[in-house]
């Protein structure tokens, strides 16, 4: 079945230091994988997807099909990155977006 | 401005009064869906519709109800809302089938008592 995994609920470091978002997925076939963004009392924002590989934010996100992960990741995490951070799949199958259950970053001055 | 709104931001309701949540979009998107968050399990898909007149569940159907007459808008329908259709809601749209939603609206939260 298709899923996807974000087993950290909670993440919290201090600014400055290297942050890294778990994403794990089960798909078969090739997968479309995204991150998304929800700043306090905001809308989700799509941050990035793999297939660009650019970075946002300083944020990257390498696909790792061997591993089936797409963790993100960013050298230096600052204050304003504090927020939900969603992995999302896309399922061509089903036409579905499949959601990870997210992970807060708490970043601390 | 490119952007998806829904109405009302937040609204307390009875269980079994009959509610409509709109959601309108005006970047001529073709697909759109619905996606409630409750705290541990993330986003989960209501409804999604691919174009006008065709709308199919999603993964939380139940209790649930939609319509697309026009591509602008996608309403959420609860006929008979009970307690646990409390939550945050949100309406999403996309230019690509098969591509993720880009643009989410800005969720209703509701509560239903």
């Known amino acids: 079945a298709q899923r996807v995994t974000q087993p950290e609920k909670l993440l919290s470091v201090f600014k400055g230091a290297p942050v890294e978002l778990k994403c794990n997925y089960s798909?078969?076939?090739?997968?479309?994988l995204f991150w998304y963004v929800q700043y306090s009392r905001q809308r989700l924002q799509l941050l990035l997807r793999?297939?660009s590989r650019e970075s946002i934010k300083g944020f990257t996100a390498d696909l790792n099909k061997g591993e089936t992960s797409f963790h993100l990741k960013k050298p230096f995490a600052q204050e304003e990155d504090s927020a939900m951070y969603y992995c999302a799949l896309s399922d061509y199958n089903t036409d579905k977006l499949i959601f990870g259950t997210g992970t807060r970053l708490q970043v601390f001055p | 401005e490119a952007q998806v709104t829904q109405n009302p931001r937040y609204l307390i309701t009875v269980t079994g009064k009959k509610l409509t949540v709109t959601c309108s979009q005006n970047?001529?998107?073709?697909?759109m869906s619905w996606y409630r968050q409750d705290p541990g399990l993330g986003l989960r898909q209501i409804y999604y519709s691919m174009n006008v007149e065709v709308t199919d569940k999603g993964d939380v159907p139940e209790g649930y109800k939609v319509s697309r007459k026009e591509k602008r808008n996608f309403p959420l329908i609860l006929e008979s809302p009970s307690p646990n259709q409390t939550s945050l809601y949100f309406c999403?749209?996309?230019?690509?089938?098969?591509?993720?939603?880009?643009?989410f609206g800005q969720g209703t939260r509701l509560t239903v008592v």
């Open positions: 798909y078969s076939g090739s997968p479309e």
């Open positions: 793999h297939i």
């Open positions: 999403a749209s996309s230019s690509d089938r098969g591509v993720p939603e880009a643009f």
């Open positions: 970047m001529n998107h073709e697909y």
